[in-house]
């Protein structure tokens, strides 16, 4: 079994969803950032539950070569979306989305299917755009409302 199946069959047995998996770099020392997420919200609880979890399969199968530092959160109210999942996952949220015309389009996010994203922008107009289309992608919250 992939170590990405592995992660996601035990966040869901601590009763979350798994919404990324990042490997990145910071002052020299190597991290595994593990992103979970629930219907109603992540706590430190959960998070250090899913860590414990999930340490013993990285004994196992080493996701990263050498010495790394585990840690695990909620990706937070303003995330990147990158997946069909994390859009479906989204839809109901205000997402901003950048093409590759670099023009950004702002507003809330109502469908997301293999074909494409249907949002509504801020001027209460229906967009489709394809993923093929998307530069980049991310949820944003509305400070001011």
């Known amino acids: 079994m ?3 199946e592995s992660i996601k069959l035990a966040a869901e047995g601590c009763g979350v969803d798994l919404y990324d998996i990042q490997q990145t770099k910071e002052n020299k020392t190597n991290i595994l950032r593990v992103y ?3 219907k109603n919200g992540v706590n430190l609880d959960q998070c250090a539950h899913v860590s414990r979890m999930i340490s013993p399969l990285l004994d196992i199968e ?3 070569s050498g010495k790394y ?3 695990v959160s909620s990706p937070g109210i303003e995330r990147k979306l990158k997946t069909l999942h994390h859009f479906q996952c989204s ?3 205000n997402v901003k ?3 590759y015309s670099n023009e950004v389009i702002k507003g809330e996010l109502i469908s997301a299917t293999t074909d494409g ?3 509504i922008d801020e001027n209460s107009e229906i967009k489709e755009i394809k993923y093929d289309d998307v530069l980049s992608a991310s949820t944003y919250f509305d ?3």
Do not use: V
Request: proline share 4%.
């Open 143 to 145: 400070w001011n409302k």
């Open 69 to 71: 530092t585990l840690e």
């Open 2 to 4: 992939e170590l990405e």
């Open 36 to 38: 979970i997420t629930s």
């Open 91 to 93: 839809i109901g949220s």
């Open 62 to 64: 080493e996701p990263i």
């Open 97 to 99: 989305i950048k093409n």
């Open 117 to 119: 994203i249907l949002q």
